[in-house]
């Protein structure tokens, strides 16, 4: 299980996925791409905040 972040505007941008709880599970720093792994979370709702100059988004992701 992964998830793919792809945007050929996003430049140092940073993104922090989080539990429900507010509890930090992953961090990093990417440009255009990242691939992140979610196979040793257990199934649930996370909730993925990315972070840039161009301003923020946040995506609820669900792990089945």
Do not use: C, M, P, W
């Not at 720093?29 to 988004?57: H, M, R, T, V």
Request: hydrophobic content about 35%; aromatic content about 10%.
């Amino acid at each position: 299980d992964f998830v793919t972040i792809e945007n050929e505007s996003l430049t140092n941008a940073t993104y922090h996925l989080y539990e429900t709880n507010g509890r930090i599970i992953n961090t990093g720093i990417f440009s255009k791409k990242q691939i992140i792994d979610l196979q040793k979370l257990s199934s649930g709702i996370y909730i993925l905040n990315i972070e840039s100059a161009q301003g923020n988004i946040k995506r609820k992701i669900s792990k089945y």
